[in-house]
């Protein structure tokens, strides 16, 4: 289950590599369909979305990380994953807020699909933390 769980983590992980070609070029980010495209969304939205790529590099390392870990069995493992897990949580949770909330009133977020395309992401990061913290926890207990 450690492999498994660890393969997992690195691979959702690496899915933030997103973010990175967003800070380093939002425009290759939109044209990729990492970012919305500008003509669907609001000047806001874009700036809270570069924002939050900026502060996703800060965060987002820590599941690939507790994979690495855990795929050489590193005795950290479960302390990293437990930190990685509540970050994906939390990111998850918060973006998901940020976009529905952001719809409510009015503010372009993208195209229907591209929403979809982002809640899904969200629950995939919601799910993976989740399950990260409760492994952890398991093994720990």
């Known amino acids: 289950m450690l492999i498994v769980t660890g393969i997992i983590a690195l691979l959702v992980g690496l899915l933030a590599l ?5 800070v380093v070029d939002f425009e290759l980010a939109q044209q990729l369909g990492l970012q919305e495209k500008a003509d669907e969304t609001d ?31 590193h005795s950290w493992w479960p302390y990293v994953a437990l930190v990685a897990g509540g970050v994906y949580v939390d990111a998850a949770g918060r973006e998901a807020a940020k976009w529905l909330g952001l719809g409510s009133e009015g503010i372009r977020t993208g195209a229907e699909k591209a929403v979809r395309v982002a809640m899904g992401a969200f629950s995939v990061m919601f ?5 990260v913290i409760v492994y952890a926890v398991s093994v720990l207990a």
């Open 43 to 73: 000047p806001l939205f874009r700036r809270l979305e570069l924002n939050t790529a900026w502060w996703d590099q800060v965060v987002l390392w820590l599941l690939p990380l507790a994979g690495v870990l855990m795929l050489m069995d």
């Open 127 to 131: 799910v993976t933390g989740l399950w």
């Open 18 to 22: 997103g973010q990175l070609i967003s």
